[in-house]
């Protein structure tokens, strides 16, 4: 081979290098390159011929420059390794080359040859395999998170489920509801026959059950006997037959016998509630003993200008109900003392500053599970059409009393017993609003408990005898 090559020419040389390698420059012992040359698939990439003349160490990123330094060092040498540089492109990411440096003869001072290899190929398989790595690792994360899902959701519902392989009749998987159902606590039951889930003398129905699903792939529904000994009950047994990966499987639904009709009944009897409370001509709105919402119907939220009772679940329905924050408070303090609240009059200020002068009843039932309170929110007359036909209302003795004065008492003191007529009925319409509650009247009036007191003695209200 040897004596073969020193027969090259230069031209034949230059020609051999530049089609085995994507890059070759011929630098001198400075840096400087002399000449450089590109392969044809990669001269578009950058323009080596625009280098001739420069420094090696110019054409690279900075942080390739001291690579550059140390094939310039021993080029051919024993400590001659190849390096990876980067070679910056305008607009456009780094050209990754490695290089390896030979010296084009045996004298210190010849040129050195530098032969650069493109790793951008090599950069994009490793960059796809990163990708294809990083999907995988999203897709067993989805796949886990279904799985803690699955098994969350199997582990906690009350229906009794149990999954068997269709092939050899074992149980893949039973819940807790199952296990409780069948009365077979304290077992091992994974990879187990499904026969040993039942009495000995039913063993042979659920056999045959088994095989009717397998042949007709229909569901199947038999009444069986649970392995409870003397307190054996009757089972209402049904069975599904899917596939998951290739292989059947066999779902198993039991239940009390009898119990699903009832269970049936009961979530009609529900709905049916729930729907003629959804079509009652009224607000109405199901709270927490905190007054946040738990539900609400069409009504409320058609008066509330809300677009779906998602919006008001989770809210406290202060945010609509009240002139403040106090009429709820009122409201639920009245519900934990006496259980029921009639005809409290408030307003009800929509979500577009619609505000309707209504009326609240509410009930309480703090002790059932979960606590919660009913208010039923109805709406009263409109204000012009209320005045039309309501009677004149009479002036009270405190305002004739007043009218009587003027002329004969100076404006300043009529300002005053003005200031104590209008406090005085203030007070006492709080006090009724809350049903005597002083605590709740203080916070509608935004007064201390105490300034209360001394006001409700200043003007002969209530008996402050047995007060603190």
């Known amino acids: 081979m040897k004596p073969s090559l020193a027969t090259l020419d230069g031209k034949s040389a230059v020609a051999l290098l530049t089609s085995s390698a994507d890059i070759t420059l011929l630098v001198d012992n400075s840096g400087r390159i002399l000449d450089a040359a590109s392969g044809k698939e990669f001269s578009a990439a950058l323009d080596v011929r625009a280098?001739?003349?420069?420094?090696?160490?110019?054409?690279?990123?900075?942080?390739?420059?001291?690579?550059?330094?140390?094939?310039?060092?021993?080029?051919?040498?024993?400590?001659?390794?190849?390096?990876?540089v980067n070679?910056?492109?305008?607009?456009?990411?780094?050209?990754?080359?490695?290089?390896?440096?030979?010296?084009?003869a045996a004298s210190p001072s010849a040129p050195i040859i530098a032969i650069g290899k493109d790793l951008g190929p090599v950069s994009l398989l490793h960059q796809r395999l990163a990708d294809a790595q990083q999907a995988l690792e999203v897709e067993y994360a989805r796949l886990r998170q279904a799985d803690t899902r699955y098994r969350l959701l199997f582990q906690a519902i009350s229906e009794a489920v149990v999954v068997v392989d269709a092939d050899d009749s074992s149980i893949l998987d039973i819940n807790p509801a199952a296990v409780r159902l069948l009365g077979i606590q304290?077992?091992?039951?994974?990879?187990?026959?499904?026969?040993?889930?039942?009495?000995?003398?039913?063993?042979?129905?659920?056999?045959?059950?088994?095989?009717?699903v397998r042949a007709t792939g229909k569901a199947e529904i038999l009444e069986l006997a649970s392995r409870s000994g003397s307190r054996s009950k009757r089972l209402t047994v049904s069975a599904t037959l899917f596939r998951q990966e290739s292989a059947s499987h066999i779902l198993l639904r039991l239940g009390a016998a009898g119990g699903e009709s009832s269970d049936m009944d009961a979530r009609a009897q529900q709905a049916?509630?729930?729907?003629?409370?959804?079509?009652?001509?009224?607000?109405?709105?199901?709270?927490?003993?905190?007054?946040?919402?738990?539900?609400?119907?069409?009504?409320?939220?058609?008066?509330?200008?809300?677009?779906?009772?998602?919006?008001?679940?989770?809210?406290?329905?202060?945010?609509?109900?009240?002139r403040s924050a106090v009429d709820l408070r009122v409201i639920l303090s009245n519900l934990q003392q006496h259980g029921s609240v009639r005809g409290f009059q408030t307003t009800l200020n929509g979500q577009l500053e619609n505000e309707l002068e209504v009326e609240v009843s509410a009930v309480a039932a703090f002790d059932r599970t979960p606590p919660s309170a009913g208010f039923v929110i109805r709406e009263l007359r409109p204000r012009s059409v209320a005045r039309r036909n309501e009677q004149p209302v009479p002036v009270s003795p405190s305002v004739e009393r007043l009218t009587a004065l003027i002329g004969r008492v100076p404006l300043k003191e009529l300002v005053r017993e003005s200031t104590d007529m209008i406090e005085r009925l203030c007070i006492e319409a709080a006090l009724e609003l809350t049903g005597d509650n002083r605590a709740s009247a203080a916070e509608m009036l935004g007064l201390s408990r105490q300034s209360l007191y001394l006001k409700l003695h200043r003007h002969g209200l209530g008996d402050l005898g047995s007060e603190a």
Not at 87 to 104: L, N
Request: charged share 25%.
């Open 272 to 322: 049916g509630l729930q729907n003629l409370l959804e079509r009652f001509p009224e607000a109405f709105v199901v709270t927490d003993p905190e007054g946040r919402v738990l539900a609400a119907n069409d009504r409320f939220i058609d008066a509330a200008q809300l677009g779906t009772p998602e919006q008001a679940r989770g809210q406290m329905l202060s945010r609509w109900l009240g």
């Open 51 to 84: 280098w001739v003349g420069k420094s090696w160490q110019d054409t690279v990123t900075s942080e390739s420059q001291d690579k550059i330094a140390g094939l310039l060092k021993s080029p051919g040498g024993k400590g001659s390794r190849p390096r990876q």
């Open 87 to 104: 070679h910056p492109v305008r607009g456009g990411t780094d050209v990754p080359i490695v290089y390896r440096t030979e010296r084009a």
């Open 186 to 212: 304290g077992r091992r039951l994974a990879g187990q026959p499904l026969a040993e889930a039942f009495s000995p003398f039913v063993a042979r129905g659920v056999r045959q059950m088994l095989d009717t």
